[in-house]
C-alpha cells in the first residue's frame, strides 16, 4: 500500500462514504488495530492493513484507496467487523469501498468476468441437458437450465 | 417440536458444478431425517458473487430467489454458506428498508414476481441442529466413527455478519458443528486458526495470496492432529479440497488431509455406502481414511 500523500486529498470522498450503509461510523475509528490483528489477509500479507484504508479514506485519498488494487483483497470474512469496538461496519465499508472503485470504472478483470456472467446468463456455472445427463446418472434430479429470467430483471441497455 | 420439514432447495451455481458430491450426500442424509427438499425451480445466482462490484444487482438476485421461495410457501434451504449469507442479509435489509423493498420490486415485477416478508433462510447445518437436533439424528447412526480426528472448519458465512443469524450460534465460540460432527464418534480435534477464513473469495483476484491463506489452516490442522477436516460450504472445499494439490506444490509441503462434506460424516455414521455419499468426487482420496467403515470393494 502506498504512503499516504496528504498533498492529493479530497474530503468528499468520506463524505460520500459516510452516506453507503456501511461507510456511516468509519471516523469513530480509534486506530487500536483490532482489526488488524483480525484480518487473515494481514496475517500472510503485512502490506495489508484495514485500519490503514480507513485512515486513507477519511484523509480523503480517493483515487489512491479507489484506484489501488489492495482494497480487492479484502475477502468479506467479517473477522474485523465482528470485533470491532467502535462499532465500525469494516466489511460492509471495504464492500462499498469496491463498488465506488468499479462505478469510477476500476474493476479487476476476475470480478469483471463474474459479473457479466451473473448478469448476463444468470449463473456462475450454467446448466446445460448434458449436465443434467451427467446428474441423472449419480442419482442426482434434473435441474432447470434456463436462467432467461435474467434478461426480464437486467434488461440489456440500448 | 418441529415446525416443518419441508423446504425449499437452493443449490446457487457452485454446488451442482463442482459439490456434487455435497449435493448428493445432503439429500441422501434429508431423507433419511425425513426432511424433504424441493428444488427451486428456475433459480439463478444468489447475488454473492457480484457484491463485490454492485450491491443493488446483488440485492435484486437474491431477492428473486427469495421471491420463488415465497411462491412455493416454503422456508429456503442452503448448502452453500455465502449463498445462505446473501438471502439472509437480503432478507434482513429488505425488510427493514421500505425503499429498497420498491425498488427490488420494481424488478422483480417484470418476471411475475414479488418479494414480500416473511422468507426464512437457514443453511443445512443449522436446520439439522435446530430442527432435528443432534440426539434424534444419532438415532438413525449404524457405524461409530472413532477412529477419526475432525479439525472442523466453519468459515465465514455460515457464521457472520452474526446480526442477521438471530444468535444460533456463537461467532468467537461456535458450536453448533462441533455437537453434529461429535455424535458420530469421531473427536473433534481444536486447533489455532478455526475461526479462520478459506481465502476462497480473492482466489480470481490474486490466487497465490489466497492459497497462502488456506495454506495456514492446513499447517494448523496438521500441527493439531487431525487426520480430515469436515466443512459446510463448497467455496471451502475448493480452497482445502479441490486446492490442496496446487498449495503442496506451491509451497513445497504435504498434507493428504482428506476433506468431508458434514452430510457425508453423517452419512458415513447412517451407513449409506461411498458412492451414494459422493465419496469417489472428493478429490484427496479418502479410502485409506475411511477403510474401516465400508466393506472392501
Ligand atoms: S477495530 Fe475498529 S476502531 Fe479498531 S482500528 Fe479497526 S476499525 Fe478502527
Ligand atoms: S473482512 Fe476484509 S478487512 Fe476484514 S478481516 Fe476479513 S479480509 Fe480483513
Redesign the interface.
Known amino acids: 500500500m502506498p504512503d499516504i500523500d496528504l498533498g492529493k486529498t479530497d474530503p468528499n470522498f468520506m463524505r460520500e462514504l459516510t452516506k453507503r450503509p456501511g461507510g456511516e461510523r468509519i471516523s469513530a475509528c480509534l486506530t487500536c488495530q483490532t482489526c488488524v490483528a483480525s484480518c487473515p489477509i494481514t496475517e500472510v500479507n503485512g502490506t495489508f492493513n484495514p485500519a490503514r484504508i480507513i485512515r486513507m479514506t477519511l484523509y480523503g485519498l480517493r483515487e489512491e484507496v479507489l484506484g489501488g488494487d489492495f482494497i480487492w483483497l479484502c475477502t468479506s470474512c467479517y473477522a474485523c467487523q465482528e470485533r470491532c469496538p467502535q462499532g465500525v461496519r469494516i466489511t460492509e465499508f471495504m464492500t462499498q469501498l469496491k463498488n465506488m472503485a468499479v462505478e469510477a470504472g476500476y474493476i479487476p478483470s476476475g470480478v469483471k468476468a463474474q459479473l457479466d456472467l451473473v448478469t448476463g446468463q444468470g449463473r456462475i456455472y450454467p446448466i446445460d441437458d448434458f449436465d443434467n445427463k451427467k446428474r441423472n446418472k449419480i442419482d442426482l434430479p434434473s435441474l432447470p437450465t434456463s436462467c432467461d429470467v435474467v434478461e426480464k430483471i437486467f434488461p440489456k441497455e440500448g | 417440536m418441529k415446525k416443518s420439514s419441508r423446504y425449499s432447495l437452493f443449490?446457487g451455481?457452485?454446488i451442482?458444478?463442482?459439490g456434487?458430491n455435497y449435493?448428493?450426500s445432503a439429500?441422501k442424509v434429508a431423507a433419511q431425517l425425513g426432511l424433504e427438499l424441493v428444488?427451486m425451480?428456475?433459480?439463478?445466482?444468489c447475488?454473492f458473487?457480484?457484491?463485490?462490484?454492485?450491491?443493488s444487482?446483488a440485492l435484486?438476485?437474491a431477492a428473486?430467489n427469495l421471491a420463488l421461495a415465497k411462491k412455493q410457501g416454503l422456508d429456503v434451504c442452503t448448502l452453500c454458506s455465502s449463498c445462505t449469507s446473501a438471502l439472509t442479509e437480503a432478507v434482513h435489509h429488505l425488510d427493514k428498508d421500505e425503499n429498497a423493498r420498491e425498488v427490488v420490486n420494481k424488478?422483480?415485477a417484470?418476471?411475475g414476481l414479488v418479494y414480500e416478508s416473511p422468507v426464512r433462510v437457514r443453511h443445512f447445518a443449522r436446520i439439522l441442529y435446530e430442527e432435528i437436533g443432534p440426539d434424534a439424528i444419532q438415532k438413525h447412526f449404524q457405524k461409530d466413527l472413532s477412529d477419526l480426528h475432525i479439525a472442523i472448519h466453519y468459515g465465514?458465512?455460515y457464521l457472520?455478519?452474526?446480526e442477521i443469524y438471530d444468535g444460533f450460534d456463537n461467532?468467537?465460540n461456535p458450536k453448533t458443528l462441533d455437537a453434529l460432527v461429535s455424535i458420530t464418534g469421531a473427536k473433534v480435534v481444536d486447533y489455532a486458526g478455526k475461526?479462520?477464513?478459506c481465502?476462497?473469495?480473492?482466489l480470481?483476484?490474486?490466487e497465490k495470496?489466497a492459497l497462502?491463506?488456506a495454506k495456514?489452516k492446513l499447517d494448523d490442522i496438521v500441527a493439531a492432529g487431525a487426520n480430515a477436516m469436515c466443512l459446510v460450504c463448497p467455496f471451502c472445499a475448493v480452497m482445502y479440497d479441490s486446492n490442496q494439490k496446487g498449495i503442496e506444490t506451491e509451497f513445497e509441503t504435504s498434507y493428504n488431509l482428506p476433506v468431508l462434506y458434514l452430510p457425508q460424516l453423517l452419512g458415513i455414521a447412517m451407513g449409506f455406502d461411498r458412492?451414494?455419499l459422493?465419496l469417489n468426487m472428493n478429490v484427496v482420496k479418502t479410502k485409506d481414511l475411511l477403510a474401516g467403515y465400508f466393506d472392501k470393494e
Open positions: 443449490l451455481c457452485t451442482p458444478a463442482r456434487r449435493e448428493l439429500r428444488d425451480d428456475e433459480y439463478i445466482c447475488g458473487p457480484i457484491k463485490s462490484a454492485d450491491l444487482s435484486i438476485l428473486y424488478s422483480l417484470k418476471a465465514c458465512h457472520k455478519p452474526s461467532v468467537e475461526k479462520r477464513c481465502g476462497g473469495p480473492i480470481p483476484i490474486d495470496t497462502a491463506v495456514q458412492k451414494e459422493g
